[in-house]
């Protein structure tokens, strides 16, 4: 008896979408195109679940944050539980200082269900291999990229999350992120 394909046309939209949402953009200085984080983050979160809704918002969360789409947009496309979860994302205000707005995220994505969690650990995920990537490649000179230019700030923001995450602590691709926090942090 042969398997029923796997209906995917849903998610296909959704990448479709984020496609076209950050066409011509490119990952900060990476030289590759920006798609190819949020699909990063989808293929994360597909260690995890094969909820379409959720590799869907997984493939959209950086869409209402670095692009002109609107959650609306999301909202009316994908539907209100994708909307939501991209939302949780989402940087909302720019107010206060580097602190302020990440301790902000950090108790935003605490106080989110788990699947919101399950998208924001593909998003953290991604950044932190980029990071480790990158403090492989650059070492400490890869600091002064971000806005924020002390090791120190970085460790506090990412074991911030990891802390925030710890719901999802028995899966590998959280215990991946703690391991990247410790393999680049714990010289610091």
């Given at each position: 008896?042969?398997?029923?394909?796997?209906?995917?046309?849903?998610?296909?939209?959704a990448?479709e979408?984020?496609v076209?949402?950050?066409?011509?953009?490119?990952?900060?200085?990476?030289?590759?195109?920006?798609v190819v984080?949020?699909?990063?983050?989808?293929?994360?979160?597909?260690?995890?679940?094969?909820?379409?809704e959720?590799?869907?918002?997984?493939?959209?969360?950086?869409?209402v944050e670095?692009?002109?789409?609107?959650?609306?947009?999301?909202?009316?496309?994908?539907?209100?539980?994708?909307?939501?979860?991209?939302?949780?994302?989402?940087?909302?205000d720019d107010?206060?200082?580097?602190h302020?707005?990440k301790?902000?995220?950090?108790?935003?994505?605490?106080a989110?269900?788990?699947?919101?969690?399950?998208?924001?650990?593909?998003?953290?995920?991604?950044?932190?291999?980029?990071?480790?990537?990158?403090y492989?490649?650059?070492?400490?000179?890869?600091?002064?990229?971000f806005?924020?230019?002390?090791?120190?700030?970085h460790?506090?923001h990412y074991r911030?999350?990891?802390?925030?995450?710890?719901e999802?602590?028995?899966?590998?691709?959280?215990?991946?992120?703690e391991w990247?926090?410790?393999?680049?942090?714990?010289?610091k």
């Amino acid at each position: 008896m042969a398997n029923k394909p796997l209906d995917t046309a849903f998610l296909d939209r959704a990448i479709e979408f984020a496609v076209k949402a950050h066409a011509g953009t490119e990952r900060r200085g990476k030289g590759f195109p920006y798609v190819v984080h949020p699909l990063e983050a989808m293929a994360i979160v597909a260690t995890i679940t094969s909820d379409q809704e959720l590799l869907a918002a997984a493939a959209l969360h950086d869409t209402v944050e670095d692009t002109d789409v609107t959650l609306e947009q999301i909202r009316k496309e994908f539907g209100d539980r994708v909307a939501q979860l991209v939302n949780v994302e989402s940087v909302g205000d720019d107010e206060g200082t580097w602190h302020e707005r990440k301790r902000k995220a950090i108790d935003r994505i605490a106080a989110a269900p788990l699947d919101a969690k399950i998208v924001a650990l593909g998003d953290k995920l991604s950044n932190m291999r980029a990071i480790a990537r990158d403090y492989y490649l650059q070492g400490d000179s890869l600091w002064s990229l971000f806005h924020a230019s002390d090791p120190k700030d970085h460790e506090w923001h990412y074991r911030g999350l990891a802390d925030a995450l710890k719901e999802l602590k028995d899966t590998f691709a959280y215990q991946e992120f703690e391991w990247l926090i410790e393999k680049v942090f714990s010289k610091k």
